[in-house]
């Protein structure tokens, strides 16, 4: 923003990357709490060796998709009134691309655990790989044809 100085900026930067996350910090604690909760059921031990291994990519996955999101907390807190609010915004920057990553990896894992469990492997498979698309398309590959959203004063 016009006017503001490279210690506002990088307030305002991290600001934002943390109210981004917490959309993010939400979803997945709730998937996590899902999965931790799913061998407990008596349905799951109907589950297939294939499902039990997806299972475990998708527990695993929002496990680290967890951690990675929350991170810049602890990043903050570590580094609080050392003067290196650069170096936090850098850090939280790619830990929370890193944390989308898992995230993304657990829901479609996710889908192919509960699809595959209700619907014949191919028809989970293919639902899985639509719903892979949809989150790569909204989540990369539309922000990263429209990077430049703001050069020409257009319009989103």
Do not use: C
Not at 9 to 16: I, M, S
Not at 26 to 55: C, E, K
Not at 134 to 141: A, D, E, M, S, Y
Request: charge should be positive; proline fraction near 3%.
């Amino acid at each position: 923003m016009a006017g503001e100085t490279e210690k506002e900026r990088l307030e305002r930067n991290y600001a934002d990357e943390l109210r981004e996350l917490r959309v993010a910090q939400t979803g997945v604690q709730i998937l996590f709490a899902f999965l931790l909760s799913l061998p407990f059921t008596a349905a799951f031990s109907r589950t297939t060796p294939f499902q039990r291994d997806v299972y475990l990519v998708s527990l695993l996955s929002a496990a680290a998709a967890t951690a990675l999101i929350i991170a810049p907390v602890a990043f903050h807190s570590a580094l609080f009134r050392q003067g290196r609010k650069s170096e936090l915004v850098k850090d939280a920057h790619w830990v929370s691309i890193a944390g989308l990553g898992f995230l993304l990896i657990a829901m479609i894992s996710a889908v192919l655990l509960i699809t595959d469990f209700l619907l014949p492997r191919s028809i989970a498979l293919l639902l899985s790989g639509i719903t892979a698309v949809i989150f790569l398309l909204f989540w990369v590959g539309l922000p990263f044809a429209r990077r430049d959203w703001g050069a020409g004063g257009g319009r989103f």
